[in-house]
């Protein structure tokens, strides 16, 4: 637990927490919407957007890969909302339609480019390169105040930072009508919310966290993180804040966790390489889920009775 | 080449896959029609994704009893079964949770995705001979498939035809109405638990060919597209069949000829073609359709608007009404009526007068509820009660 954990270890355990904390926030009021699939067809969605930017510029830098990512985001929405309505058939299925050609295109776009100087695949978007985030100018506990060490830091931490303040922010001030239009859109419309830009704001949130936790984690934790914390945290209570406060203790263990199990596990049972660390915080995130589903005082259907 | 392609000229080997890959789409059509019927077209997302970790123990599996890992019969089966835990878990939390469907998709999806990954790690850092070949079942490829795939494949999709054909009047019923379905004798929870083991049927077949992450495209763009030509459902059944192979052949005939064209996101990309080619011209639900039918409703409120305006002698500025008219010989160019506009636009304040005298009846209740200043009361009301109606009305002015 010295200068190796510092260099080594702890920022990407920083960013797996920061990422799985950003995605759990806007992931409860998905939850509780009944959108909780957005998260995975805008993680799918993501591909394309970061493809096409990088065709554009030439180049990996962050700025045009977020707003292609974003843009790809938006578009998405658009286009799932034209076909649920000019179809007429239901969200899913129109989501189903979008997301999977998008994806599709982005892949084919991919494999047909020469990214071969640039570390850029599918297996990338997939999984991220959590272990790879790693912090060469620390020298040990020291290096956290040092400034010139500091100035080292993989640049997605700042980044993921930020993007966790803007969700929470964002929370913050959208919290009350936010909650109303969750629950209950028709009484919230004739309070005169704007129940619509409310929708598509959480959507555009929702959007952000995963387009910010992408480039760092991979798409995997993002889905995963979206809808596995607050599942959990159903199950645990029935008010909203306390939901909220339980999702995130619940991306910070799955994060912690799975980052531990899956850089240190194998070493202990004897063997020699690591597994994949997202894969392993969204499998620890199922198995938080399956025991609060067993166990959460919260588990029942809201019919059935409550028998202990 | 891709001519050639198309023509089945690349070889016999080429040829069949290619084959292999239109049964497996019209599979995946007729297949992902009930499921979209069912309004349930997202849980083959899940069950697609639920396949991998299944793959990679099977694939250990083999490797550790001395085996070929990439052997397909054993890696289908691991699929088979780890998609079919993920469907039982999904059922369960719905039943026994208060989670919703969505929630559970996503759960089982993106954990059982997340396990399938670490465990392809694994294989990666296995001493046991080369791990790649695994990696193409996140995105198939048909580059490299044996033969003996190809008819592995080829034959489980007409398995599952058949299956759809003796199992599509049940399903139907349970797509279209699961109350009357239940209430009429038929057990829901069983043909549910068929239906899906057909998806996942579908979805373990086309792992090789079109990929994971990508196969659910194959289940829910066909019907979809289908959907959008007609109302009647075994012909959309039928058509999403069509859609479904034709997508599939195209895709495995042109990834054929380069090596950097993924079959997988070929036939999808395939697929949505027919599939925004179906959203402009479809009839009906179309783009073009829709235009059509506003412009439609457009013309007739500026024709009915414009002839009440006559009638009480307003002039028209309107200049849209006011060239509709003309066109049709009913007012000049400076707006005044002809004879044929001036007994068309009695007609239409008769008409109005009528419906007034009609909406102010209570007893007329039902009939009046149809008044949208569009429709012709002589298509609501028969002849004798327009007599009863009109035998209340003012005297009708003559228009000038």
Known sequence: MGAEFVALSLPPLLIGILAAVTCALPGNFLLLRRQALIGDAISHVVLPGIVIAFLLTGTIATLPMLLGAAGAALLAVVLIEGVRRTARIEAGAAMGV????LFAAGVLLL??????????????????????LIWLDATGWASLVDPVALAGL???????????????????????????????????ATLGLPVRAIG??????????????????????????????????????????AQVGWSVAFAILSAVLGYVAAGYGPLWLGFENSVSAAGMIATVSGLILGVTMLAGPRRHPAGLARKG | MIWQALTLQLGYNATLVALGATLLGIAAGVTGSFLFLRKRALVSDAVSHATLPGIGLAFIVMVAMGGDGRFLPGLLLGAALSSGLGLLLIAWMMRRTRLSEDAAIGAVLSVFFGAGIVLLTVIQSMNAGRQAGLDTVLLGSTAGMLQSDALVIAAGGAVVLLLVLLLRRPMLVVGFDPDYAAVSGTNVGRIDLAMMGLVMAVTVLGITTVGLILIVALLIIPPVTARLWTDHALRMVALAGVVGGLSAYVGAAVSATAPALPTGPIIVLASFVLFALSMILAPARGGLALIRRQMRFRRRVHRRQGLLALAVGQTIHEPFTLALLRREGLARADGVPT?????????????????????????????????????????????????????HLPRPRGVS
């Open chain 2, 339 to 391: 004879d044929a506009g001036r007994a068309a636009a009695a007609k239409a304040l008769l008409d109005e007068a009528r419906w007034a005298a009609l909406r102010a009846d209570p007893a007329h209740g039902l009939s009046a509820s149809r008044y949208d200043a569009l429709t012709r009361i002589e298509t609501v009301l028969t002849p004798d009660q327009i007599a009863e109606l009109d035998r």
């Open chain 1, 154 to 188: 993989p640049s997605e931490l700042p980044r993921m930072a930020l993007a966790l303040l803007i969700v929470c922010l964002a929370l913050w001030l959208m919290w009350r009508p936010l909650a109303i239009a969750t629950f209950d859109e028709g009484f919230a």
């Open chain 1, 98 to 101: 979008v997301f999977t050609s």
């Open chain 1, 200 to 241: 598509l704001g959480l959507v555009m949130l929702a959007a952000l966290a995963a387009v910010a936790a992408f480039d760092a984690v991979g798409s995997i934790i993002v889905i995963a993180m979206f809808i596995c914390p607050p599942a959990s945290a159903r199950m645990m209570t029935d008010r909203l804040g």
């Open chain 1, 111 to 132: 494999e047909q480019s020469d990214t071969s100087g640039v570390h850029l695949d599918v297996e990338h978007a997939l999984y991220g390169n959590l272990e790879s």
